[in-house]
């Protein structure tokens, strides 16, 4: 496969492994709930790439459709490289704005782009599906950093959205379109809503002895080139043979073989008319072909900016935002790639029309599907998370219904708070409250998330997984930690070992190994990174 090189590209290759864990700072002021929690529905307000990891230990692996509008990198946006890459080349970047004169603004899209995707497709789940709006600028070199950071193979479809419900005049090629690129973690297991809606027609006017619903369409074809394989007869109810005439006498044909009809009897019905008997197969509403899913999308059926635009008013009575994007085309995309109870993640928020599509689908269908946005920018509380206050409460001059009554629901917000260092724990430096730390520690060492429902500090255990039991002997106390050791009492306080192994956290320890293997007590010292634990 080809691969595709850029400037810094292998200061940025592994990045995303050494991005520090921060704490997540919850904010009851901007939030929308009786208490929060990161189980709800989330806001974060901090650098998205630190925010990706500080998910990771309760979100990997299990959101099922990421959607991202990152900066389309066209010399005009004002966005600047802010990774703090160690690399005298990306220390020159940070800070400066990226404009049309720059020449490395492609390399400097690409650093900040992959570190990105690694820990998005960490977050996805298996059967998940990830979108990505970009135009013509940086298409084709995100087709192809998508291409190593996902696999060529998990390629599902390159979606053309008309963005613009009208040309330009001014310009010699009037650009109407951007493109979605769709990309899975596995694409054998991704199975996309391509069903046609769950409503059923009025034609579907029948009902069979099991209640199942169904319309009838002619055996005989209605006109067209005529098959001499399928013209054959038919034995009707009293016995008479039926060919496929036409009205006008003229040769016709049916729409299957003798062979499939046979197969398909229970399928077939006959009806007496006029002119004797007519042969018709039943469409069942429930077993209605999926449809193929379009790559081009238009305006009419997913909305343009110009939707979008006055959706925006329609909410703050303004102009608040540049580039927003419909509803409709949210909407459309996690109905194809979700189910009523699946995680939708959204980590260059924006004005937060991801959340709005979300709330919107659960409105209509009972659908309890969770969204988790992240915004690095100072509006995220003014507009992000102010935009889906009004939708949750309501907005009075809405059209929609819905809308204007609200769609209800809660959200936390939390602010990115100072990384967790391992290595400043034992100074006094930085250090972070009992819970962050379990959270970080159970997570890096087991790989499992952690339901913060289980901690008993007291106790000193902070949960259990597959292979662990896990305690953690902290206190966000220096001069307390400079005195604390895991001992002989504390141990036996942990009291008789089950069939799990007791995996321990603490600054130091006062046991031998063979103290430690008679209790199934594996050890970690706190000061050090934590790795997946090995036998």
């Known amino acids: 496969?080809?691969?595709?090189?850029?400037?810094?590209?292998?200061?940025?290759?592994?990045?995303?492994?050494?991005?520090?864990?921060?704490?997540?700072?919850?904010?009851?002021?901007?939030?929308?709930?009786?208490?929060?929690?990161?189980?709800?529905?989330?806001?974060?307000?901090?650098?998205?790439?630190?925010?990706?990891?500080?998910?990771?230990?309760?979100?990997?692996?299990?959101?099922?459709?990421?959607?991202?509008?990152?900066?389309?990198?066209?010399?005009?946006?004002?966005?600047?490289?802010?990774?703090?890459?160690?690399?005298?080349?990306?220390?020159?970047?940070?800070?400066?704005?990226?404009?049309?004169?720059?020449?490395?603004?492609?390399?400097?899209?690409?650093?900040?782009?992959?570190?990105?995707?690694?820990?998005?497709?960490?977050?996805?789940?298996?059967?998940?599906?990830?979108?990505?709006?970009?135009?013509?600028?940086?298409?084709?070199?995100?087709?192809?950093?998508?291409?190593?950071?996902?696999?060529?193979?998990?390629?599902?479809?390159?979606?053309?959205?008309?963005?613009?419900?009208?040309?330009?005049?001014?310009?010699?090629?009037?650009?109407?379109?951007?493109?979605?690129?769709?990309?899975?973690?596995?694409?054998?297991?991704?199975?996309?809503?391509?069903?046609?809606?769950?409503?059923?027609?009025?034609?579907?006017?029948?009902?069979?002895?099991?209640g199942r619903v169904y319309y009838l369409k002619p055996l005989r074809v209605m006109g067209g080139n005529i098959s001499e394989s399928l013209f054959y007869p038919l034995i009707a109810p009293d016995g008479t043979k039926v060919l496929p005439f036409e009205s006008s006498g003229a040769k016709g044909c049916w729409r299957w073989s003798k062979k499939k009809i046979e197969a398909e009897i229970e399928r077939i019905e006959w009806i007496s008319g006029k002119n004797g008997w007519n042969p018709y197969f039943k469409i069942y509403a429930d077993k209605r072909k999926a449809m193929p899913i379009e790559t081009i999308w238009n305006h009419q059926e997913v909305g343009s900016n110009r939707t979008s635009k006055n959706e925006m008013r329609t909410i703050f009575s303004e102009d608040l935002f540049d580039t927003p994007k419909p509803v409709s085309l949210l909407k459309k995309i996690i109905q194809l790639s979700t189910d009523k109870d699946s995680i939708i993640l959204d980590s260059f928020a924006g004005s937060g029309t991801t959340a709005h599509a979300v709330l919107a689908l659960n409105a209509e269908d009972g659908g309890n599907r969770k969204f988790i946005l992240v915004e690095c920018e100072d509006y995220a509380d003014t507009i992000t998370a102010e935009r889906v206050r009004r939708v949750m409460r309501g907005v009075p001059n809405a059209k929609d219904e819905k809308l204007r009554k609200g769609f209800g629901g809660s959200f936390s917000y939390f602010d990115l708070g100072k990384e967790i260092e391992m290595k400043t724990i034992l100074n006094g430096k930085r250090l972070p409250s009992y819970s962050e730390l379990a959270r970080y520690v159970f997570y890096t060492a087991t790989g499992e998330e952690w339901n913060e429902k289980t901690l008993n500090e007291k106790r000193h255990f902070i949960g259990e997984s597959h292979e662990y039991e896990v305690y953690l002997f902290y206190e966000p106390d220096s001069a307390k930690l400079r005195s604390l050791a895991f001992n002989l009492t504390l141990a036996d306080k942990l009291g008789k070992p089950k069939e799990k192994k007791r995996l321990v956290f603490a600054p130091t320890k006062f046991l031998n190994q063979r103290q430690l293997d008679e209790r199934k007590i594996v050890f970690s010292q706190l000061p050090f990174e934590i790795y997946q634990l090995t036998e």
């Open 1 to 210: 496969m080809p691969s595709l090189q850029f400037k810094g590209k292998q200061f940025v290759a592994n990045y995303h492994l050494g991005v520090p864990y921060c704490e997540l700072i919850p904010q009851k002021s901007k939030s929308l709930t009786a208490k929060t929690s990161l189980h709800d529905n989330l806001i974060l307000h901090g650098d998205n790439l630190k925010a990706l990891k500080a998910l990771l230990p309760t979100y990997a692996g299990k959101v099922k459709c990421i959607y991202i509008d990152p900066p389309y990198n066209t010399g005009n946006e004002g966005w600047a490289y802010n990774d703090a890459v160690n690399s005298p080349m990306h220390k020159e970047w940070l800070g400066e704005t990226v404009d049309r004169e720059d020449l490395t603004r492609h390399d400097k899209w690409l650093c900040m782009m992959m570190p990105r995707l690694k820990l998005l497709r960490d977050l996805l789940r298996e059967d998940g599906a990830i979108f990505v709006s970009i135009d013509d600028n940086e298409v084709a070199h995100l087709r192809m950093l998508m291409d190593e950071v996902f696999g060529e193979e998990n390629f599902v479809a390159n979606v053309i959205w008309e963005k613009s419900d009208s040309p330009r005049m001014d310009a010699k090629f009037s650009v109407r379109h951007d493109h979605i690129l769709i990309y899975t973690n596995n694409k054998n297991i991704f199975a996309p809503n391509n069903y046609i809606d769950e409503e059923i027609p009025e034609h579907y006017n029948k009902k069979d002895a099991n």
